[in-house]
């Protein structure tokens, strides 16, 4: 295959995009097997209020991510052969991401003690903030930085199948419902307590306290990030959560059930921006040409599978449906069609983004994300009240196409040295 003649890296962006692919697909194959088993032992209405914690805790694991998983990744990418600056890096990063579960466990529990809607289930959401804990631990950034993914690979599929295990093992009534989260974090708070030994005894990496000053620059360098970061985070959990006020708890059972079987898809497109991403970005200084020939082998190919791919999610949702949930429950089946292609509108916008990623167009991104975040809020606010659960699948496609035409012409009118459709404009001139 000639695109794999690119660089005399290959080996590693191979390695990493499998390992990466690896780490998703778990990702895919988790809801696969409990949420059918969830959603019969539990019933749609007890499975959506579980997703409603998850959805809930989805701002927590945002706000402790930071943004570090781009920011600390290039640091680490960086300086990965100095190791005195590895350690104050993994020691900063660490301290900065439990400051966070700290300030947000606080926010947490005055919510649920103050808010009625947060406070008629108090210890299902006290136990779904493990999930927040998992994410805290879990040193993604640290293995990507150091193109290690394999250690993560091994350590998300060991935690995984524990976590399947124990879900089938201890949930098997409906009021079990309240240690679901519980079951399905123990993946991650287990892989990052075996990620953090690795670090330290596999590539010597030693603890020590952070200045304050390193910590104040850690989240100086990772603000814009974390915007844009929080934003993207806010497309996956607000629609869930907005529902939740205008719905019954069946119906936000359905609307998650599809939307999990999307999101899971739309991971896809993540994996190929990431495995690429650390390429693209060392591609800048050998000239745009070079960073469009490589979207031209890659990404033209890869866009049209999800095509494919949507396509068929649009034209049998019903087998899906009860492939996953175990019956073909129609309000399911009507909200997966509508949202079928929005694993192939997030991949158009895969080039612009990494566009403006590879050349730190922080303020620009930063922009497109936060404003589609306001319209897809305040279409959910309109639409859920509406139509329920269909408005709230009907903004998403809306936000989604939005920010795809966002990106791209933010590049068109910022920079224009790097107008994708611009680009395109005139290679298709110069083909006719």
């Known amino acids: 295959m000639k695109f794999l003649k690119i660089s005399g ?3 590693t962006i191979i390695n990493n995009f499998i390992a990466l692919g690896i780490l998703q697909g778990t990702n895919f194959i988790l809801p696969l097997v409990t ?34 998983n781009l920011s600390a990744t290039r640091d680490v990418s960086i300086h990965r052969n100095h190791l005195g600056k590895l350690s104050e890096i993994f020691s900063t990063v660490l301290i900065c991401k439990l400051l966070l579960c700290l300030l947000s466990l606080v926010i ?65 009534s409906r009021s079990d419902y309240v240690i679901v989260p519980l079951l399905l974090s123990s993946a991650n708070i ?27 620059d850690q989240f100086r360098e990772g603000w814009h990030t974390f915007v844009s970061s929080f934003s993207i985070g806010i497309y996956v959990s607000v629609n869930l959560f907005i529902l939740a006020f205008f719905a019954s708890d069946e119906s936000v059972g359905h609307y998650s059930i599809a939307e999990k079987i999307v999101i899971a898809m739309w991971q896809v497109p993540g994996v190929f ?28 190919p890869f866009c049209f599978l999800i095509l494919v791919a949507c396509t068929i999610l649009y034209f049998f949702p019903g087998p899906i449906i009860q492939l996953v949930a175990g019956k073909p429950y129609p309000e399911a089946v009507s909200l997966l069609r509508i949202l079928s292609f929005v694993p192939f509108i997030i991949a158009l916008n895969v080039p612009a983004y990494q566009i403006l990623m590879a050349y730190n167009f922080k303020s620009s991104h930063t922009l497109v994300f936060t404003t589609a975040t306001v319209v897809n809020i305040i279409l959910n606010l309109i639409l859920a009240s509406k139509f329920s659960s269909y408005g709230t699948a009907f903004s998403v496609v809306i936000t989604q196409l939005l920010t795809t035409i966002g990106l791209y012409f933010i590049l068109e009118f910022r920079h224009r040295d790097y107008a994708l459709l611009s680009y395109l404009y005139k290679e298709l001139k110069r083909v006719f």
């Open 9 to 11: 890296h290959n080996r």
């Open 35 to 68: 949420i059918p088993y969830l959603v019969r032992v539990l019933g749609p209405d007890k499975f959506g209020l579980v997703a409603f914690a998850q959805a809930f805790h989805a701002y927590f694991i945002l706000l402790t991510d930071y943004g570090f």
């Open 108 to 172: 947490m529990i005055i919510i649920v003690e103050n808010v009625g809607e947060f406070s008629q289930d108090k210890p299902l959401m006290y136990l779904s903030f493990s999930l927040v804990i998992g994410q805290v631990i879990l040193p993604v950034w640290f293995f990507q930085g150091m193109e290690r993914m394999k250690f993560l690979t091994y350590l998300s599929i060991t935690g995984k199948a524990l976590s399947v295990i124990l879900v089938f093992l201890l949930t098997t």
């Open 190 to 216: 287990l892989a990052g307590i075996i990620g953090i030994v690795i670090v330290k005894t596999q590539f010597r990496v030693t603890f020590a306290f952070p200045r304050v000053s390193q910590i104040k």
């Open 273 to 300: 921006s990431q495995a690429i991403y650390p390429f693209v970005c060392s591609m800048t200084t050998s000239g745009f040409e070079k960073i469009m020939n490589l979207f031209k082998r890659l990404y033209i």
